[in-house]
């Protein structure tokens, strides 16, 4: 629910139903299915931003609406994170959502997965819940403790809940943060706000003395699953998660001031800091003295159309160059900005 109310308060292609059009291409780790789910009818893209919101928004009510409700409720959410799952990388988040799910069935809505028969374990239960049926035990100390314990825990969650409903009906709402110590409430919501382009920080290396000179060769490092050859197919990794890779799409959103870690990574790279290295799926100066300058450019990304030329070639996406991300950088330049900041010298630093 929290996720709902955020798209619909974040972002206005959620309430003009046009995120899908840029959701799969954009997302952090787009996989294979990611691509062709892009390239679908404008119709299909409306009704998945409809179908969001109607999961999100209102099949949550259908929890406090009897038995048979609560089950289709459990049916729906599953069967949407299981689509999410298709369609992109999200790491573990949507496999987690499943499990409170989970707790929709009960034993009549999970029967048909045992065997049944006179003597079975299930036609054991189905006896003792006859034979207790109307049936009210006294009530013992062990089950009063509980009963209280779980009052007080509901009475604290609303308590505590206050806060997050104003700020879910206020004008200025705040996303993705909490609001006690105990960070037990919070207004959580993944993709509040949709980006329309996506825009990639690729990392190259050049082992000429002179980064200037027209000549200088400049070799991509390979990355394990974000986009960065436009011929490698997008990675499937679901549930497992590649942080490094999440990080450099937050970090194409913004500059290197905003993100001074990635140059703490490059002064890794011209020290060919084994561990740095374990984290790319390429480094082209394997076998080879480590690069001389490492810089940063800044590339906008966008799937190639299928069937068009792009495709023909064998690229799932199509680049074209923004400009520097950061400037060409040596381990000698890197010296005082590493000290100022204390960070560890790799290498001959």
């Known amino acids: 629910l929290l996720g709902g109310l955020i798209k619909i308060r974040g972002d206005r292609c959620w309430r003009d139903l046009t995120c899908m059009d840029f959701h799969y291409e954009t997302q952090p780790v787009p996989n294979p299915a990611a691509y062709y789910l892009h390239h679908s009818p404008w119709w299909f893209h409306r009704f998945e931003t409809l179908s969001n919101h109607f ?59 045992f065997p049944s028969g006179p003597g079975s374990l299930k036609d054991r239960v189905l006896q003792m819940q006859r034979d207790i049926r109307g049936a009210r035990p006294k009530p013992r100390f062990g089950s009063v403790v509980r009963h209280a314990a779980n009052v007080s825990l509901g009475v604290l969650l609303a308590w505590l809940s206050v806060p997050v409903v104003l700020n879910l009906l206020s004008s200025r709402q705040v996303m993705n943060t909490h609001f006690n110590s105990l960070h037990i409430v919070n207004t959580y919501g993944a993709f509040g706000s949709i980006t329309k382009e996506r825009a990639e920080v690729i990392l190259q290396g050049t082992a000429s003395s002179n980064a200037s000179a027209p000549d200088a060769v400049w070799e991509d490092y390979e990355f394990k699953c974000k986009p960065g050859d436009p011929s490698r197919r997008p990675c499937l990794i679901s549930p497992y998660h590649y942080r ?15 993100n001074d870690w990635i140059i703490h990574l490059a002064g890794k790279l011209l020290a060919s800091d084994a561990e740095a290295l374990s984290l790319l799926a390429h480094n082209p100066f394997a076998g080879r003295p480590p ?11 966008k799937f ?46």
């Open 304 to 349: 190639s159309r299928p069937g068009g030329r792009h495709a023909a070639e064998g690229k799932w996406w199509v680049r074209k160059r923004i400009g520097a991300y950061f400037p060409p950088l040596s381990l000698e330049e890197l010296r005082p900005y590493f000290r100022d900041r204390g960070w560890p010298l790799p290498g001959p630093l």
């Open 244 to 258: 490094l890779d999440w990080l450099m799409w937050f970090a194409a959103f913004q500059t290197y001031e905003h």
């Open 55 to 113: 999961i999100e928004l209102l099949v949550p009510f259908f929890l406090f609406l009897g038995r048979r409700a609560c089950v289709i409720h459990g049916v729906l959410q599953i069967l949407f994170q299981a689509v999410l799952i298709i369609s992109g990388n999200l790491s573990f988040l949507n496999w987690l959502t499943m499990v409170p799910s989970l707790a929709c069935f009960d034993d009549a809505t999970l029967g048909f997965l």
């Open 291 to 301: 690069p001389r300058w490492v810089r940063g450019e800044h590339y906008r990304y």
